[in-house]
C-alpha cells in the first residue's frame, strides 16, 4: 500500500506539473497574441528618447537565445534597428532629444562606432542629447561624450585608463595536471593556439595586439577629443599618466561637465523643453519607440535586395541563433540564389571564424550566388576575421568599420594527449590491438605517432593555402601578396583598406547602396535572413525534444551577467571539431 500511494502521489504530480507547463503555455500565447494585437504606443510632443544599451545588442534583431519564459512581445534590437531606430527619430518632429543613461555598456569597437555615429547625425540635427551616469566606464563613456551636457554622480566612478589586452595561459597548468596540448598551425601570427603552447604571448603576438589596439584607442581618443574640445595630446597624456582617478578629476580636466544627479538631469531636460518642473517629461524607451516608428514594408515592389546576417561563430550543422551553422546558411544562400525577386545580396558579418569545412561549404554556396550573377556585397561589424573573412572574400565589394577586427587568415588544429593524465595520475591504462600501425588513428589515450604529427601539419599547411588561393581569387591579389599580410594577422578595418583586403570603410546603408548601384535599381525593398523564430515557438521545440541550449543559455545569462562572453568562449574551445579558422580572442571597450 505505501508503495503504491507513492506511486500515485508521484503520477499525480507528473500530471500537476505537465498541467502548469501547459497552463503557462496557453498564458504566454495570449498575452503574446494580445500583444500583438495592441497598437504601438502613441509620441506626445515633446518626447524625449531614452537610451540604456543595457542588453546584448546582436545584428540582427532578436538573432539570439531568447528567454523562453518571458511571454511578453520582447524584442532585443538588433544593432541595424537601433541605428534606424535612432535615424528615424532624427526626423520625428515629435522627438525633442535623447537621454543616455548608460555607465557600464560595452560592445565590439565596431558596435560602438556605429552607436556613436548615428548619435552623432541625431545631434547635428539641432536636437539636443544629455547623458547620465551613476559611473562612467570607457565604453559608455564614448558615446556619453557626443552629448551637449555630461553628468556623473559625485559617488561615482570614472575609468579613464586606457585598453589593454589579458590573455591567460594554460600551459603550465596542463603540464601539471599531465596533458600536452599537441598543436599544429599555420601563420607566425594565429596565436589562437598559443595559450596551449606557450607561457606568454610571442613577439609577433605582442606586435599585433599592440598596433591593433593603438589604432582602436586613437580612434576612441580621437572622437572624444572632438567632442569635448580637448587636444588629442591632453587626452592621451591624462590617460597614460592615470590622471583621471575620481569623478572630479573627470570634471576639472572637462571629460564631463557636472557632478549631480539623474533628478538634475531630468532638470536640465525639461529646462530644455521650456516646462515647468512640475510638468511630466514625456519620454519613450528605444524598443517602444521602434514599435511606434517601424515604417511597414511595401509588399508592391518585387525586386529585393537581401541582407544575410552572418553573426557568431561558424560551425557546422544547423546552429542555434546567433551562430554560423553551415547546413542552414548553405540552404539559406540557396534559396536566396533560386528568388527571382532577389536582385543582389548583402552579407552582413559579424564572425571571428570558426570551422574550416564550415566555411568552405559556405564559400562555395557564395560562388554558387556569384555564379547566378547576382551581386554579392560584404558589410563587416565587430569582427569578419579567420573564417569570417573566408565567407567575405569573395564579395564584389567590402565594406568594414575602421574599428573592424578582420584578417586572421591562418588555419590551427588542436589534439590533446591525455596519457600522462590518466596513466601516472589516474592511474588508468589502454591497450589495443590493430590491423595495421596507423589503425588506432589520433587518440589522446596515445602519444602521437611522427607520421601522424607529420600529417596533422601537412594538411594544416595545406587548408592554409588553400585559404590564400580563395583570397587571392576573390581579392585578385597573387598568392605571396597575400601570404605577405596573411600568417594569422589581425588587422583593423582601416589597415585591411590600406593593404587591399577591404574595398572602403563604411556601414551596413552604404553597402546596401552598393548593392542596389551594381543591381540597377532604383526601387527595392530589403529582404532580411535568417528569419527569427518566436521565442515561445522555440520554447515548444525544446519540451518536445528540440535543443536545450536556449532554456540553459538565458539562466547562465542571469547568473554570470557581464562573465558571460568569457563562459561562451570556453564553450567554443570545447566544441572545436577539425581544423580551425578562428580568432583567437574578444576585444571591448572595458
Not at 558589410?379 to 586572421?408: E, F, K, Q, R, V
Not at 530589403?526 to 522555440?538: H, S
Amino acid at each position: 500500500m505505501p508503495t503504491f500511494l507513492k506511486q500515485l502521489l508521484a503520477s499525480c504530480l507528473g500530471v500537476l506539473l505537465a498541467l502548469g507547463v501547459l497552463i503557462l503555455i496557453g498564458v504566454g500565447i495570449v498575452a503574446r497574441l494580445s500583444d500583438q494585437a495592441s497598437k504601438p504606443p502613441k509620441i506626445a510632443a515633446n518626447t524625449v528618447l531614452h537610451l540604456k544599451f543595457d542588453k546584448q545588442i546582436p545584428e540582427r534583431t532578436n538573432n539570439l537565445e531568447m528567454n523562453p519564459f518571458d511571454f511578453s512581445n520582447q524584442k532585443i534590437l538588433g544593432l541595424q534597428d537601433i541605428v534606424r531606430t535612432i535615424r528615424q527619430a532624427k526626423t520625428d518632429d515629435e522627438i525633442r532629444g535623447i537621454f543616455l543613461e548608460l555607465q557600464g555598456s560595452t560592445y565590439g569597437h565596431a558596435t560602438m562606432h556605429a552607436l556613436h555615429d548615428v548619435l552623432v547625425e541625431f545631434k547635428e540635427s539641432g536636437k539636443f542629447i544629455i547623458a547620465y551616469g551613476d559611473y562612467f566606464e570607457q565604453g559608455g563613456y564614448y558615446l556619453s561624450a557626443v552629448a551637449d551636457q555630461v553628468i556623473v554622480n559625485p559617488m561615482g566612478d570614472f575609468s579613464f585608463r586606457g585598453f589593454a589586452a589579458i590573455i591567460p595561459f594554460f600551459k603550465n597548468m596542463l603540464d601539471k595536471v599531465g596533458v600536452k596540448m599537441q598543436v599544429f598551425y599555420a601563420g607566425q601570427y594565429k596565436s589562437a593556439t598559443e595559450p596551449y603552447r606557450l607561457s606568454e604571448m610571442s613577439d609577433a603576438n605582442r606586435l599585433q595586439v599592440r598596433e591593433f589596439m593603438e589604432d582602436l584607442f586613437q580612434n576612441y581618443l580621437a572622437d572624444i577629443a572632438q567632442h569635448r574640445n580637448i587636444p588629442f595630446d591632453e587626452l592621451r597624456s591624462l590617460s597614460d599618466n592615470f590622471k583621471i582617478q575620481k569623478v572630479e578629476d573627470a570634471a576639472q580636466y572637462g571629460l564631463v561637465d557636472q557632478l549631480g544627479y539623474k533628478d538634475e538631469a531630468i532638470s536640465w531636460m525639461r529646462n530644455k523643453l521650456g516646462l515647468e518642473q512640475s510638468d511630466e517629461l514625456p519620454m519613450v524607451e528605444l524598443e517602444a519607440y521602434y514599435l511606434a516608428s517601424k515604417e511597414p514594408t511595401n509588399f508592391r515592389i518585387n525586386d529585393k535586395i537581401a541582407i544575410l546576417y552572418s553573426e557568431g561563430n561558424i560551425i557546422m550543422g544547423e546552429g542555434d541563433p546567433g551562430t554560423i551553422g553551415d547546413q542552414k546558411y548553405t540552404k539559406l544562400i540557396q534559396d536566396i540564389r533560386e528568388d527571382d525577386d532577389i536582385k543582389a545580396v548583402v552579407l552582413r558579418i559579424n564572425s571571428p571564424g570558426g570551422s574550416a569545412l564550415a566555411s568552405e561549404n559556405i564559400w562555395r554556396e557564395l560562388q554558387l550566388l556569384r555564379e547566378a550573377h547576382k551581386p554579392l556585397v560584404v558589410s563587416m561589424g565587430d569582427y569578419a576575421a579567420s573564417g569570417g573573412y573566408y565567407i567575405a572574400c569573395l564579395g564584389d565589394s567590402i565594406l568594414a568599420n575602421a574599428n573592424t577586427l578582420t584578417g586572421s587568415i591562418g588555419v590551427f588544429n588542436i589534439l590533446p594527449n591525455a596519457r600522462e593524465l590518466l596513466n601516472d595520475h589516474l592511474g588508468i591504462t589502454f591497450d589495443t590491438v590493430n590491423t595495421g600501425s596507423n589503425s588506432t588513428g589520433l587518440t589522446p589515450f596515445f602519444d602521437l605517432a611522427a607520421a601522424d604529427a607529420e600529417w596533422l601539419q601537412t594538411s594544416v599547411d595545406s587548408i592554409y593555402e588553400h585559404f590564400l588561393q580563395r583570397v587571392g581569387e576573390g581579392r585578385g591579389m597573387t598568392r605571396d601578396a597575400v601570404h605577405e599580410i596573411a600568417q594569422g594577422r589581425v588587422w583593423t578595418g582601416q589597415k585591411a583598406q590600406q593593404i587591399g583586403l577591404v574595398d572602403q570603410l563604411g556601414d551596413l546603408d552604404d553597402a546596401i547602396d552598393i548593392a542596389a548601384y551594381l543591381s540597377g535599381l532604383e526601387d527595392y525593398r530589403l529582404a532580411e535572413y535568417p528569419e527569427i523564430q518566436d521565442p515561445l515557438q522555440a520554447f515548444v521545440k525544446e519540451l518536445t525534444g528540440g535543443e536545450e541550449t536556449g532554456i540553459q543559455s538565458q539562466l547562465l545569462q542571469q547568473q554570470l551577467g557581464a562573465y558571460y562572453p568569457y563562459y561562451q568562449q570556453l564553450e567554443t574551445l570545447k566544441q572545436l571539431k577539425g581544423y580551425q579558422a578562428l580568432l583567437p580572442f574578444f576585444v571591448l571597450p572595458n
